[in-house]
């Protein structure tokens, strides 16, 4: 991330990103444009079959992870914390620990119920 990431996102990273791809042999150039980051978040874990990740909405006074979902999976997407089909969970404001689907290419689909609490999480996942 930057210098003073401290597991939470950075309000600097709140700003629109550009992420230019060149094609051969035309060099047409394609932008893919993220909407601003609203959401602010603690990464909590992350590996190849699941990323979790807390809402911070409340405490950091900002949009939550669920109103601002495509641009949370866009953004952990593009940083690489988000590979390939692995499972996005969050934990809510609420306490509740739900699912972000997406489509594997950094795009959100849908949300799916997950676990009540977090304690019943990590029962299940360790």
């Known amino acids: ?9 950075h309000p600097a990273l709140n ?3 550009e992420v230019q791809f060149f094609s051969r042999p035309q060099k047409q ?10 959401a602010n978040f ?8 699941y990323v979790l990740i807390q809402d911070n909405a409340n405490e950091m006074n900002t949009m939550s992870v669920t109103n601002d979902a495509e641009n949370v999976v866009k953004f952990l997407k593009d940083k690489a914390i988000l590979i390939g089909d692995a499972t996005l969970y969050y934990i809510d ?6 699912i972000l689907e997406h489509d594997g290419e ?21």
């Open 1 to 9: 991330m930057d210098a003073s990431y401290n597991g939470q996102l």
């Open 15 to 17: 700003r629109t990103i």
């Open 29 to 38: 150039k394609e932008v893919i444009m993220y909407d601003r980051l609203k």
């Open 42 to 49: 603690s990464l909590i874990h992350n590996n190849l079959s």
């Open 93 to 98: 404001t609420d306490g509740r620990v739900d």
């Open 106 to 126: 950094g795009n959100f689909t849908c949300f799916r119920p997950g676990f009540p609490n977090e304690a019943e999480f990590h029962r299940i996942h360790g």
